[in-house]
């Protein structure tokens, strides 16, 4: 399965397709604009490393002063799942 996310891509996932670094199961649903979608981390297989912003910082008159405020896993099956909605 090839996924490919470009930059500035809108993502949305469910409650339970994402998880915080230290491995919390996301409760909500989050929307993000995506920044960069890394290599899949040797700890935790199925799920891929995604960073971006919430989609309020990156208003004209709000700009976040991070390359990205967001850092997720994402379940590989949600991320394909996402970008195909």
Do not use: F
């Not at 670094?21 to 891929?48: F, S």
Request: proline share 5%; charged share 25%.
């Amino acid at each position: 399965m090839s996924i490919r996310v470009a930059a500035g891509e809108r993502l949305s996932l469910r409650t339970g397709e994402w998880a915080t670094h230290a491995g919390q199961l996301g409760t909500t649903y989050i929307d993000m604009r995506v920044v960069d979608v890394g290599g899949e981390p040797t700890d935790v297989p199925g799920w891929m490393r995604v960073r971006g912003h919430g989609l309020d910082c990156q208003w004209e008159s709000v700009q976040c002063p991070e390359p990205w405020c967001l850092e997720l896993l994402v379940k590989v099956e949600a991320l394909y799942d996402a970008t195909n909605r």
